[in-house]
């Protein structure tokens, strides 16, 4: 099945010819879900809160279009609480729905519409690295308008460092996914979701 799928709001223009993976390919469908994703629920450990799990929407991206890495990267300040807890405590976990993309008719809760949570730790980045240069260019690619937001916000560039996978893309439970099958998955799978 071929979808056209549009992003509206802030990611502008963001037009690809996507092709839904196989519920089976656990690995081509987490890429194809985080890839096509542009926000989710980035949970951290709040010392604000005594060490209480805190939630917030955030925007991120894997890379370019058509070229996702799978690792999402952001771009937040200080002045918002989950850049602060991550600085405290890098524990964290980003949650990612099907239904903002537009592909799933069902009840967001329904197994057969994907959700995946990719769970690990929520790093700085080094301002100056080879990486964050292309967390830049992944991010501002996807999110236009933060390269205007302000500077005097301090806004730095994290990735998350992937140690766990939950994924579910269909009835049966979750399906069983190590982060190197994720980050490497075959190349014939990885070019017909990407």
Known sequence: MLLLVGFHGSVQGRLLFVSKPDPDDASGYARWLVSQSSWGVL???SSELGGAPFGNVVSFSDGLPDKGTGIPYFYLTALDPTARNALKDQRS???ISEYPIGTCKADPMNPTCAKITLTGKLVLMDGNSKEAEFARRALFSKHPEMKDWPKDHNFRFYKLEIEDIFLINYFGGPKPLTVDQYLHPKK??????L
């Open 43 to 45: 949970n951290t450990i």
């Open 93 to 95: 976990s980003l949650s």
């Open 188 to 193: 014939d799978v990885l070019a017909s979701v």
